[in-house]
């Protein structure tokens, strides 16, 4: 499985951005995929998740913000963000993981994109 991500960009304060991410390679039912940030000093954290129930899951700081949905073919994850504040500051990363317990820790996940950058000024 290869994941390419895209959309990053800069944007003021209360604009929004749509990342995408294209994914390549075999995705069964059993995998949960989403997003995660890493802000600058800080560590890799969890934004948004779809579980392998297709159930979303959002971290307290995007929620009502952030949105994360996929294509029924399961080729591209997107993730629509509004009202963006300079805190969205991060390098956005998609990841895919089998059978994830804790959808939001980074542990979970075992394939990664290289990111994309996300500024909000």
């Known amino acids: 499985v290869q994941l390419v991500e895209s959309g990053g960009g800069s944007v003021q304060a209360g604009g929004s951005l749509r990342l995408s991410c294209s994914v390549s390679?075999?995705?069964?039912?059993?995998?949960?995929m989403g997003w995660f940030r890493q802000r600058p000093g800080n560590e890799r954290e969890g934004v948004a998740i779809l579980d392998a129930d297709v159930k979303d899951w959002y971290a307290d700081s995007v929620k009502g913000r952030f949105t994360i949905s996929r294509d029924s073919a399961k080729t591209t994850l997107f993730l629509e963000m509004n009202s963006l504040k300079p805190d969205d500051t991060a390098m956005y990363y998609c990841?895919?993981?089998?059978?994830?317990?804790?959808?939001?820790?980074?542990?979970?996940?075992?394939?990664w994109g290289q990111g994309t950058q996300v500024t909000v000024s």
């Open positions: 390679g075999f995705i069964s039912n059993a995998y949960c």
């Open positions: 990841a895919a993981g089998v059978d994830c317990a804790n959808v939001l820790s980074p542990s979970e996940y075992d394939t």
